[in-house]
RNA sequence: GGUGGAAUAGCAAAGUGGCUAUGCAGUGGAUUGCAAAUCCAUCUACCUCGGUUCGACUCCGGGUUCCACCUCCA
Protein backbone atom coordinates (compact mmCIF):
# COMPACT_ATOMS: atom_id res chain seq x y z
CA UNK A 1 0.00 0.00 0.00
CA UNK A 2 1.52 3.18 -0.87
CA UNK A 3 1.72 6.92 1.54
CA UNK A 4 -1.30 8.33 2.22
CA UNK A 5 -1.34 11.97 3.17
CA UNK A 6 -4.12 13.97 4.48
CA UNK A 7 -4.00 17.76 2.48
CA UNK A 8 -5.52 20.40 4.23
CA UNK A 9 -5.96 22.21 0.78
CA UNK A 10 -8.38 19.53 -0.53
CA UNK A 11 -9.95 18.44 3.33
CA UNK A 12 -9.12 14.51 2.33
CA UNK A 13 -6.10 11.83 1.97
CA UNK A 14 -4.48 11.61 -1.14
CA UNK A 15 -1.81 8.82 -2.60
CA UNK A 16 1.22 10.87 -2.36
CA UNK A 17 3.03 11.16 -5.37
CA UNK A 18 6.19 13.15 -5.41
CA UNK A 19 7.24 15.58 -8.41
CA UNK A 20 10.61 13.94 -8.55
CA UNK A 21 10.72 10.03 -8.61
CA UNK A 22 12.19 9.65 -5.64
CA UNK A 23 12.91 13.22 -4.10
CA UNK A 24 10.96 14.69 -1.91
CA UNK A 25 11.33 18.48 -0.39
CA UNK A 26 9.42 19.34 2.32
CA UNK A 27 9.05 22.76 4.25
CA UNK A 28 7.80 23.56 7.78
CA UNK A 29 7.60 26.85 9.31
CA UNK A 30 9.24 27.03 12.33
CA UNK A 31 10.17 28.99 15.65
CA UNK A 32 9.79 32.78 15.75
CA UNK A 33 13.12 33.04 18.10
CA UNK A 34 11.91 35.10 21.38
CA UNK A 35 11.40 32.94 23.93
CA UNK A 36 11.95 29.31 24.87
CA UNK A 37 10.11 26.39 22.63
CA UNK A 38 7.16 24.93 24.47
CA UNK A 39 5.15 22.14 24.53
CA UNK A 40 3.04 23.52 21.56
CA UNK A 41 5.95 23.92 19.48
CA UNK A 42 7.75 20.32 20.11
CA UNK A 43 4.69 18.79 18.35
CA UNK A 44 5.72 19.90 15.15
CA UNK A 45 9.48 19.70 15.89
CA UNK A 46 8.30 15.50 16.55
CA UNK A 47 5.55 15.19 14.70
CA UNK A 48 7.19 16.55 10.91
CA UNK A 49 10.59 14.89 12.41
CA UNK A 50 8.33 11.30 12.33
CA UNK A 51 7.34 12.29 8.90
CA UNK A 52 10.99 13.07 7.37
CA UNK A 53 11.90 10.02 9.04
CA UNK A 54 9.07 7.73 7.50
CA UNK A 55 9.53 9.35 3.88
CA UNK A 56 12.81 8.76 4.11
CA UNK A 57 12.34 5.06 5.35
CA UNK A 58 9.88 4.83 1.94
CA UNK A 59 13.28 5.39 0.27
CA UNK A 60 13.01 9.02 -0.46
CA UNK A 61 15.91 11.37 -0.60
CA UNK A 62 14.39 14.13 1.52
CA UNK A 63 15.34 17.83 1.68
CA UNK A 64 13.96 18.59 4.88
CA UNK A 65 13.80 22.79 5.57
CA UNK A 66 12.43 24.72 8.38
CA UNK A 67 13.19 28.28 9.01
CA UNK A 68 13.99 30.18 11.56
CA UNK A 69 12.29 33.61 11.88
CA UNK A 70 14.89 35.97 13.96
CA UNK A 71 13.48 38.94 12.58
CA UNK A 72 9.63 40.30 13.72
CA UNK A 73 7.70 42.61 15.99
CA UNK A 74 8.17 40.47 19.12
CA UNK A 75 12.37 39.92 18.73
CA UNK A 76 12.24 43.69 18.38
CA UNK A 77 10.29 43.91 21.64
CA UNK A 78 11.49 41.45 23.70
CA UNK A 79 14.93 42.86 23.02
CA UNK A 80 14.18 46.40 24.13
CA UNK A 81 12.44 44.56 27.48
CA UNK A 82 15.58 42.59 28.15
CA UNK A 83 18.24 45.43 26.59
CA UNK A 84 19.71 43.28 24.89
CA UNK A 85 20.98 43.32 21.09
CA UNK A 86 18.52 41.62 18.89
CA UNK A 87 21.93 39.02 17.67
CA UNK A 88 22.56 37.90 21.13
CA UNK A 89 18.94 37.43 22.12
CA UNK A 90 18.23 35.04 18.72
CA UNK A 91 21.34 33.52 18.79
CA UNK A 92 20.33 32.35 22.55
CA UNK A 93 16.81 30.88 22.06
CA UNK A 94 18.53 29.08 18.59
CA UNK A 95 20.65 27.25 20.94
CA UNK A 96 18.03 26.72 23.31
CA UNK A 97 15.62 25.39 20.37
CA UNK A 98 18.31 23.18 19.06
CA UNK A 99 19.11 21.49 22.63
CA UNK A 100 15.61 21.25 22.94
CA UNK A 101 15.12 18.67 19.31
CA UNK A 102 18.41 17.06 20.51
CA UNK A 103 16.61 15.98 23.77
CA UNK A 104 13.49 14.92 21.80
CA UNK A 105 15.28 12.56 19.21
CA UNK A 106 14.66 15.45 16.80
CA UNK A 107 17.01 14.78 13.80
CA UNK A 108 18.43 18.45 12.28
CA UNK A 109 16.46 20.20 9.11
CA UNK A 110 18.81 19.46 6.24
CA UNK A 111 18.04 23.34 5.55
CA UNK A 112 17.51 25.72 8.46
CA UNK A 113 17.33 29.20 6.59
CA UNK A 114 16.67 32.10 8.19
CA UNK A 115 14.83 35.78 7.02
CA UNK A 116 17.63 37.81 7.89
CA UNK A 117 20.28 36.02 5.70
CA UNK A 118 17.76 35.88 3.11
CA UNK A 119 16.62 39.74 2.43
CA UNK A 120 17.48 39.55 -0.86
CA UNK A 121 15.75 36.98 -1.77
CA UNK A 122 12.83 38.43 -0.39
CA UNK A 123 13.57 41.93 -1.53
CA UNK A 124 13.45 40.25 -5.04
CA UNK A 125 10.47 38.80 -4.39
CA UNK A 126 8.62 41.52 -3.83
CA UNK A 127 9.65 43.57 -6.20
CA UNK A 128 8.54 40.92 -8.73
CA UNK A 129 5.07 41.37 -7.04
CA UNK A 130 5.24 45.32 -7.07
CA UNK A 131 6.46 45.18 -10.85
CA UNK A 132 3.52 42.46 -11.80
CA UNK A 133 1.16 45.15 -10.02
CA UNK A 134 0.00 42.70 -7.21
CA UNK A 135 1.43 45.03 -4.89
CA UNK A 136 2.36 48.42 -3.74
CA UNK A 137 4.00 50.94 -1.88
CA UNK A 138 1.33 52.86 1.09
CA UNK A 139 1.88 56.49 1.98
CA UNK A 140 3.38 55.18 5.49
CA UNK A 141 6.49 53.59 3.44
CA UNK A 142 5.21 50.05 4.10
CA UNK A 143 4.63 47.80 1.05
CA UNK A 144 1.45 45.79 0.95
CA UNK A 145 0.19 42.81 -1.06
CA UNK A 146 -2.92 43.44 -2.83
CA UNK A 147 -5.91 40.49 -2.01
CA UNK A 148 -7.88 41.67 -4.47
CA UNK A 149 -5.40 41.68 -7.10
CA UNK A 150 -5.04 37.92 -7.50
CA UNK A 151 -7.00 35.70 -8.99
CA UNK A 152 -7.86 33.54 -6.23
CA UNK A 153 -7.76 33.61 -2.33
CA UNK A 154 -8.52 31.40 0.50
CA UNK A 155 -8.75 27.97 -1.07
CA UNK A 156 -6.48 26.50 1.42
CA UNK A 157 -8.57 27.44 4.46
CA UNK A 158 -11.98 27.48 2.61
CA UNK A 159 -12.31 31.30 3.08
CA UNK A 160 -14.56 33.56 1.14
CA UNK A 161 -13.00 36.63 0.35
CA UNK A 162 -16.48 38.63 0.97
CA UNK A 163 -17.15 36.84 4.03
CA UNK A 164 -13.34 37.70 5.55
CA UNK A 165 -14.07 41.55 4.18
CA UNK A 166 -17.22 41.47 5.54
CA UNK A 167 -15.78 39.89 8.85
CA UNK A 168 -12.97 41.82 8.95
CA UNK A 169 -11.51 43.29 12.01
CA UNK A 170 -12.36 47.26 11.93
CA UNK A 171 -8.70 48.28 12.35
CA UNK A 172 -7.34 51.62 11.62
CA UNK A 173 -4.54 51.49 9.09
CA UNK A 174 -5.58 54.18 6.52
CA UNK A 175 -1.90 53.25 4.73
CA UNK A 176 -3.79 49.88 3.49
CA UNK A 177 -5.89 50.10 0.19
CA UNK A 178 -8.12 47.09 1.51
CA UNK A 179 -8.48 45.56 4.91
CA UNK A 180 -7.37 42.24 3.32
CA UNK A 181 -4.26 43.07 2.30
CA UNK A 182 -0.89 42.43 4.21
CA UNK A 183 2.22 43.83 4.54
CA UNK A 184 5.15 42.50 2.58
CA UNK A 185 8.04 44.95 3.55
CA UNK A 186 7.69 47.44 6.63
CA UNK A 187 9.58 50.82 6.78
CA UNK A 188 11.47 50.92 9.29
CA UNK A 189 10.97 53.29 12.57
CA UNK A 190 13.37 55.11 14.87
CA UNK A 191 15.85 52.77 16.67
CA UNK A 192 14.22 49.86 14.66
CA UNK A 193 17.17 47.33 13.00
CA UNK A 194 16.52 47.99 9.24
CA UNK A 195 17.57 46.61 5.95
CA UNK A 196 18.37 49.25 2.88
CA UNK A 197 15.17 48.54 -0.23
CA UNK A 198 13.99 49.59 -3.11
CA UNK A 199 11.68 51.15 -0.92
CA UNK A 200 13.45 52.63 1.67
CA UNK A 201 14.79 51.41 4.86
CA UNK A 202 13.18 48.60 6.64
CA UNK A 203 12.27 44.57 6.92
CA UNK A 204 10.21 41.95 5.72
CA UNK A 205 6.89 41.52 6.94
CA UNK A 206 6.73 37.72 8.41
CA UNK A 207 4.28 35.84 5.55
CA UNK A 208 7.06 37.02 2.57
CA UNK A 209 10.24 35.52 4.22
CA UNK A 210 8.54 31.80 3.78
CA UNK A 211 8.05 32.41 0.19
CA UNK A 212 11.32 33.56 0.05
CA UNK A 213 13.23 30.87 1.65
CA UNK A 214 10.59 28.01 0.53
CA UNK A 215 11.33 28.53 -3.77
CA UNK A 216 14.81 29.50 -2.87
CA UNK A 217 15.63 26.09 -0.94
CA UNK A 218 12.95 23.79 -3.12
CA UNK A 219 12.18 25.77 -6.11
CA UNK A 220 8.99 27.26 -7.11
CA UNK A 221 7.05 24.57 -7.08
CA UNK A 222 7.85 21.78 -4.30
CA UNK A 223 5.69 18.67 -2.65
CA UNK A 224 5.04 19.30 1.26
CA UNK A 225 4.68 22.30 3.31
CA UNK A 226 3.44 22.09 6.74
CA UNK A 227 3.32 23.55 10.44
CA UNK A 228 0.59 24.02 13.19
CA UNK A 229 -2.97 24.43 12.21
CA UNK A 230 -2.90 27.90 13.28
CA UNK A 231 -1.13 28.96 10.60
CA UNK A 232 -3.27 27.92 8.18
CA UNK A 233 -5.13 31.09 7.81
CA UNK A 234 -3.76 33.79 7.07
CA UNK A 235 -0.20 32.56 7.17
CA UNK A 236 0.21 29.92 4.53
CA UNK A 237 -2.88 31.38 2.62
CA UNK A 238 -0.91 34.50 2.58
CA UNK A 239 2.27 32.51 1.55
CA UNK A 240 0.25 30.72 -1.64
CA UNK A 241 -1.09 33.88 -3.41
CA UNK A 242 1.91 36.09 -3.38
CA UNK A 243 4.28 32.55 -4.04
CA UNK A 244 1.89 31.80 -7.27
CA UNK A 245 1.57 35.72 -7.84
CA UNK A 246 5.10 36.08 -7.77
CA UNK A 247 6.51 32.98 -9.78
CA UNK A 248 3.35 32.13 -11.99
CA UNK A 249 3.75 28.01 -10.49
CA UNK A 250 1.98 26.05 -8.10
CA UNK A 251 2.97 26.59 -4.92
CA UNK A 252 2.84 22.91 -2.53
CA UNK A 253 1.06 20.04 -3.74
CA UNK A 254 0.71 18.45 0.08
CA UNK A 255 -0.62 20.89 2.87
CA UNK A 256 -0.15 18.86 6.20
CA UNK A 257 -0.97 20.92 9.08
CA UNK A 258 -0.81 19.41 13.11
CA UNK A 259 -3.08 20.06 15.90
CA UNK A 260 -2.47 21.79 19.19
CA UNK A 261 -1.84 20.85 22.46
CA UNK A 262 -4.15 21.28 25.17
CA UNK A 263 -3.22 21.87 28.89
CA UNK A 264 -5.53 20.87 31.16
CA UNK A 265 -8.63 21.10 29.13
CA UNK A 266 -7.80 24.45 28.21
CA UNK A 267 -6.48 26.33 25.71
CA UNK A 268 -2.88 27.30 26.54
CA UNK A 269 -1.45 31.26 26.57
CA UNK A 270 0.63 32.79 28.40
CA UNK A 271 -2.10 34.72 30.59
CA UNK A 272 -3.74 31.88 31.70
CA UNK A 273 -0.32 31.00 33.16
CA UNK A 274 -0.48 27.06 31.33
CA UNK A 275 2.41 27.85 29.51
CA UNK A 276 4.90 24.83 29.76
CA UNK A 277 8.34 25.21 27.78
CA UNK A 278 10.34 22.06 26.84
CA UNK A 279 12.71 22.66 29.26
CA UNK A 280 10.59 22.56 32.19
CA UNK A 281 8.62 19.85 31.22
CA UNK A 282 12.18 17.46 30.98
CA UNK A 283 12.94 17.86 34.28
CA UNK A 284 10.19 16.17 35.79
CA UNK A 285 9.64 13.26 32.53
CA UNK A 286 12.18 11.54 30.57
CA UNK A 287 12.61 13.59 27.12
CA UNK A 288 11.23 10.31 24.90
CA UNK A 289 8.53 9.88 27.46
CA UNK A 290 7.29 13.46 25.79
CA UNK A 291 8.11 12.15 22.50
CA UNK A 292 6.14 9.01 22.72
CA UNK A 293 3.27 11.77 24.55
CA UNK A 294 2.98 13.33 21.14
CA UNK A 295 3.33 10.60 19.31
CA UNK A 296 0.65 8.56 20.60
CA UNK A 297 -2.35 10.91 19.42
CA UNK A 298 -2.53 11.37 15.68
CA UNK A 299 -1.06 14.46 14.48
CA UNK A 300 -4.11 15.72 13.16
CA UNK A 301 -6.19 15.44 16.45
CA UNK A 302 -5.99 17.82 19.79
CA UNK A 303 -3.60 16.37 22.15
CA UNK A 304 -4.06 17.47 25.89
CA UNK A 305 -0.90 18.06 28.56
CA UNK A 306 -1.27 16.67 31.76
CA UNK A 307 0.45 14.95 34.43
CA UNK A 308 -2.34 12.22 33.94
CA UNK A 309 -1.46 11.64 30.15
CA UNK A 310 2.65 12.07 30.55
CA UNK A 311 2.47 9.24 33.28
CA UNK A 312 0.45 6.90 30.73
CA UNK A 313 2.83 7.51 28.02
CA UNK A 314 5.41 6.94 30.35
CA UNK A 315 3.95 3.41 31.77
CA UNK A 316 3.58 2.28 28.07
CA UNK A 317 7.00 3.13 26.89
CA UNK A 318 8.28 1.91 29.98
CA UNK A 319 6.16 -1.47 28.65
CA UNK A 320 8.15 -1.41 25.36
CA UNK A 321 11.55 -1.06 27.12
CA UNK A 322 10.76 -3.78 29.57
CA UNK A 323 10.76 -6.33 26.87
CA UNK A 324 13.81 -4.75 25.34
CA UNK A 325 15.04 -5.19 28.68
CA UNK A 326 13.85 -9.11 28.95
CA UNK A 327 15.35 -10.33 26.03
CA UNK A 328 18.24 -7.85 23.96
CA UNK A 329 18.42 -7.27 20.54
CA UNK A 330 21.64 -8.68 19.49
CA UNK A 331 21.13 -10.39 16.70
CA UNK A 332 19.82 -10.67 13.11
CA UNK A 333 16.21 -8.87 12.87
CA UNK A 334 13.49 -11.08 11.82
CA UNK A 335 12.87 -9.97 8.06
CA UNK A 336 8.89 -9.64 6.32
CA UNK A 337 6.73 -10.82 9.37
CA UNK A 338 3.49 -9.63 9.45
CA UNK A 339 4.17 -7.13 12.25
CA UNK A 340 6.62 -5.31 10.17
CA UNK A 341 4.01 -5.36 6.88
CA UNK A 342 1.51 -3.68 9.38
CA UNK A 343 3.91 -0.69 10.96
CA UNK A 344 4.24 -0.17 7.40
CA UNK A 345 0.73 0.13 6.72
CA UNK A 346 -0.26 2.41 9.85
CA UNK A 347 2.69 4.78 8.99
CA UNK A 348 1.74 4.81 5.40
CA UNK A 349 -1.94 5.86 6.33
CA UNK A 350 -1.17 9.23 6.97
CA UNK A 351 1.46 8.87 9.69
CA UNK A 352 -1.18 6.80 12.10
CA UNK A 353 1.51 6.71 14.96
CA UNK A 354 -1.25 5.50 17.50
CA UNK A 355 -2.15 2.30 15.34
CA UNK A 356 1.87 1.87 14.22
CA UNK A 357 2.60 1.81 18.22
CA UNK A 358 -0.27 -0.26 18.90
CA UNK A 359 1.65 -2.54 16.35
CA UNK A 360 4.86 -2.40 18.73
CA UNK A 361 2.88 -3.61 21.42
CA UNK A 362 1.73 -6.53 20.34
CA UNK A 363 5.08 -7.19 19.13
CA UNK A 364 6.40 -6.16 22.58
CA UNK A 365 3.96 -9.21 24.18
CA UNK A 366 5.66 -11.57 21.49
CA UNK A 367 9.00 -11.18 22.82
CA UNK A 368 8.07 -11.38 25.95
CA UNK A 369 6.43 -14.78 25.27
CA UNK A 370 9.04 -16.27 22.53
CA UNK A 371 12.33 -14.88 24.26
CA UNK A 372 13.38 -13.97 20.48
CA UNK A 373 15.94 -11.91 20.16
CA UNK A 374 15.32 -11.52 16.70
CA UNK A 375 11.89 -10.29 17.28
CA UNK A 376 13.22 -7.86 19.91
CA UNK A 377 15.82 -6.58 17.46
CA UNK A 378 12.96 -6.03 14.74
CA UNK A 379 11.04 -4.40 17.78
CA UNK A 380 14.00 -2.21 18.37
CA UNK A 381 13.78 -1.59 14.59
CA UNK A 382 10.53 -0.76 14.22
CA UNK A 383 10.60 1.96 16.87
CA UNK A 384 13.87 3.46 15.64
CA UNK A 385 12.05 4.44 12.48
CA UNK A 386 9.62 6.85 14.14
CA UNK A 387 12.71 8.03 16.38
CA UNK A 388 11.74 5.80 19.70
CA UNK A 389 13.55 2.81 21.95
CA UNK A 390 16.85 4.10 20.46
CA UNK A 391 18.78 3.85 24.10
CA UNK A 392 19.88 0.83 26.31
CA UNK A 393 16.70 -0.26 27.96
CA UNK A 394 18.63 -0.13 30.92
CA UNK A 395 19.97 3.29 30.30
CA UNK A 396 16.28 4.91 29.83
CA UNK A 397 14.99 3.33 33.41
CA UNK A 398 17.76 4.46 35.17
CA UNK A 399 18.34 8.34 34.02
CA UNK A 400 14.71 8.99 34.43
CA UNK A 401 14.17 12.78 36.30
CA UNK A 402 14.58 12.25 40.05
CA UNK A 403 14.82 14.24 43.13
CA UNK A 404 16.17 11.31 45.00
CA UNK A 405 19.62 11.85 46.76
CA UNK A 406 20.51 8.07 46.53
CA UNK A 407 23.37 7.88 43.45
CA UNK A 408 23.75 4.59 41.86
CA UNK A 409 26.60 4.17 44.35
CA UNK A 410 24.30 4.05 46.87
CA UNK A 411 21.92 2.81 45.59
CA UNK A 412 24.10 -0.39 44.35
CA UNK A 413 25.67 -1.07 47.75
CA UNK A 414 21.65 -1.27 49.40
CA UNK A 415 21.10 -3.99 46.53
CA UNK A 416 24.24 -5.55 48.26
CA UNK A 417 23.21 -5.62 51.50
CA UNK A 418 20.11 -6.77 50.25
CA UNK A 419 21.76 -9.82 48.54
CA UNK A 420 23.29 -10.84 51.66
CA UNK A 421 20.66 -10.28 53.73
CA UNK A 422 18.58 -12.67 51.23
CA UNK A 423 20.69 -15.15 51.15
CA UNK A 424 20.46 -15.31 54.90
CA UNK A 425 16.69 -15.54 54.85
CA UNK A 426 16.90 -12.14 56.51
CA UNK A 427 13.80 -11.27 54.33
CA UNK A 428 12.63 -8.60 57.21
CA UNK A 429 15.86 -6.55 56.12
CA UNK A 430 15.45 -7.27 52.46
CA UNK A 431 12.06 -6.06 52.34
CA UNK A 432 13.10 -2.48 54.82
CA UNK A 433 15.73 -2.06 51.85
CA UNK A 434 13.47 -2.63 49.20
CA UNK A 435 10.47 -0.34 50.50
CA UNK A 436 12.97 2.47 51.04
CA UNK A 437 14.67 2.40 47.21
CA UNK A 438 11.01 2.57 46.66
CA UNK A 439 10.37 5.46 48.59
CA UNK A 440 13.06 7.56 46.58
CA UNK A 441 11.15 6.16 43.47
CA UNK A 442 13.60 3.58 42.84
CA UNK A 443 12.15 0.17 42.00
CA UNK A 444 14.09 -3.36 42.64
CA UNK A 445 13.32 -6.19 40.07
CA UNK A 446 14.29 -9.65 41.07
CA UNK A 447 15.50 -12.10 38.32
CA UNK A 448 17.74 -15.69 37.71
CA UNK A 449 20.54 -13.21 36.84
CA UNK A 450 20.26 -11.02 39.93
CA UNK A 451 18.76 -7.31 40.68
CA UNK A 452 18.87 -4.97 38.61
CA UNK A 453 16.53 -1.60 39.46
CA UNK A 454 15.03 1.22 37.86
CA UNK A 455 13.34 4.96 38.64
CA UNK A 456 10.11 5.16 38.48
C1' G B 1 -22.01 35.28 12.45
C1' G B 2 -18.61 32.49 8.71
C1' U B 3 -15.35 28.16 7.87
C1' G B 4 -13.33 23.60 9.39
C1' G B 5 -12.90 19.56 12.92
C1' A B 6 -14.43 16.31 17.01
C1' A B 7 -17.87 13.24 20.32
C1' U B 8 -15.35 5.49 21.51
C1' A B 9 -15.20 1.71 27.77
C1' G B 10 -12.50 4.28 34.73
C1' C B 11 -8.37 7.11 31.84
C1' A B 12 -5.72 7.68 27.10
C1' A B 13 -6.37 6.51 22.05
C1' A B 14 -6.93 3.84 16.93
C1' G B 15 -10.20 1.58 13.71
C1' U B 16 -13.91 -1.18 10.93
C1' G B 17 -20.75 -2.26 7.36
C1' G B 18 -20.85 -8.49 10.39
C1' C B 19 -14.54 -10.99 13.10
C1' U B 20 -10.46 -9.33 20.74
C1' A B 21 -7.60 -2.63 18.50
C1' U B 22 -3.74 -1.09 21.69
C1' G B 23 -1.64 1.01 26.45
C1' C B 24 -2.65 2.26 31.67
C1' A B 25 -5.93 1.11 35.71
C1' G B 26 -9.42 -2.97 37.96
C1' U B 27 -10.54 -8.32 38.93
C1' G B 28 -9.00 -13.72 39.08
C1' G B 29 -4.85 -16.99 38.23
C1' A B 30 0.52 -18.51 37.06
C1' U B 31 5.35 -17.00 38.62
C1' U B 32 8.07 -14.79 43.18
C1' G B 33 10.58 -15.83 50.15
C1' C B 34 7.51 -11.12 49.44
C1' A B 35 7.44 -7.87 45.32
C1' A B 36 8.34 -5.95 40.52
C1' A B 37 8.59 -7.32 35.51
C1' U B 38 6.25 -11.07 32.52
C1' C B 39 2.40 -14.62 30.98
C1' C B 40 -2.90 -16.54 31.00
C1' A B 41 -8.00 -15.30 31.83
C1' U B 42 -11.54 -11.39 32.59
C1' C B 43 -15.08 -6.75 33.51
C1' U B 44 -16.22 -1.77 31.67
C1' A B 45 -17.50 1.22 24.62
C1' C B 46 -18.78 3.51 20.52
C1' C B 47 -23.30 11.54 22.36
C1' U B 48 -28.74 11.57 20.86
C1' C B 49 -33.01 10.80 17.56
C1' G B 50 -34.47 9.00 12.92
C1' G B 51 -33.23 6.59 8.04
C1' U B 52 -30.63 3.03 4.58
C1' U B 53 -29.28 -2.29 5.30
C1' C B 54 -30.24 -9.21 6.37
C1' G B 55 -26.94 -6.53 9.77
C1' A B 56 -24.29 0.16 11.79
C1' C B 57 -20.13 2.36 16.65
C1' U B 58 -18.89 2.38 11.27
C1' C B 59 -23.05 5.06 5.71
C1' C B 60 -27.10 9.21 5.29
C1' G B 61 -30.20 13.14 7.67
C1' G B 62 -31.85 16.13 12.10
C1' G B 63 -30.38 17.49 17.06
C1' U B 64 -27.02 18.29 21.41
C1' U B 65 -22.22 19.33 23.24
C1' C B 66 -17.14 20.63 22.58
C1' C B 67 -12.82 22.62 19.99
C1' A B 68 -10.00 25.45 16.44
C1' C B 69 -9.40 29.37 12.76
C1' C B 70 -11.58 34.02 11.08
C1' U B 71 -6.27 39.03 14.99
C1' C B 72 0.08 37.68 16.55
C1' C B 73 0.32 32.45 17.49
C1' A B 74 3.23 25.80 16.32
Redesign the pocket.
Known sequence: MSLQIFNTET?SKEIFKSIDENKVGIYV?G??VYDFCHI??A??MVVFDTIVRHLRNLGYEVNYVRNITDIDD?IINRALENKEDIQTLTARFIDAMHEDEKALNVLCPDEEPRATDNIQEIEVMITKLVDKGHAYQADNGDVYFSVKSANEYGRL????VD??DA???VEINVAKKDPLDFVLWKSAKANEPAWNSAWGNGRPG?HIECSAMATKCLGNHFDIHG?????????HENEIVQSECATGEKFVNTWIH?G??RIDDE??SKSLGNFFTIGEVIKKYHPEVIRYFLL???YR????YST??LD?AK??IS?LY?ALE?VKPREECIENSIFEKQFIVAMN?DF?T??A??VL??LA?EV??TNSKGLATLLKKLANQIGLLEQEATIFFKSQPSNSKFTEHKILSLIAERAEA?KNKK?SR??EI?DELLKNKI?????SEGTSWRRT
Request: with cysteine; glycine share 8%.
Open positions: GCMTGHRVRSGKNELGARWGGMDLTFPHCFVKMASHSPVNENLASRSLDNPQLSFEKNKRFSDRELLDS
